[in-house]
């Protein structure tokens, strides 16, 4: 039996090459860091790690508040002297591994953490993604785009650059 390459005498290199070029020029190519806009309206800057799992924003205040339709998340989120309070639906709790350096109160391994759904726009593409909050005031960037959100978006990432992109979204 013939195969589709043999017919077009292309090696399977090549035709692995042929197809990453053709996947190119259709993604968009980001950095491992970039500005994101949250909600349509607050630009910030984000770190893009495929190495974690979950993306996280940096959150003060976190309260969860019971309604008659569920509950909900009622937080505030600091960023360059300015203070956004949001009031999101409780997706979820995820349980995240303490790093070494944090504070094993009461034995427990893990921290819980509320998840919401936040709308971000990377690049020119606006997607709702699921986004643990705990505070990252003592990180460099106060949002962490893991890897669950960055499959959503069709995207090539440069890792050894950064700030490739400029959010573009249409509100």
Known sequence: MIEIKQILGLTCGMAYFLMLTALSQELVTVGSKENVVLQSNIEIPAKLDTGASLSSLSAKNIHIISKNDGYWVAFTFNYANDKYNFLLPLVKYTHILKRNDENFAEGKKFSERPVVEL???????????LVNLVDRSHFS??????????KQFHLLMDVSKDFLTKPACSK
Do not use: A, N, R, W
């Not at 709308?119 to 993604?129: D, R, V």
């Not at 960037?141 to 960055?150: A, E, R, V």
């Open 119 to 129: 709308t971000i726009c990377l690049g020119h593409q606006k997607e709702k993604i």
């Open 141 to 150: 960037y106060p949002m962490l785009i893991g890897l669950q959100s960055l």
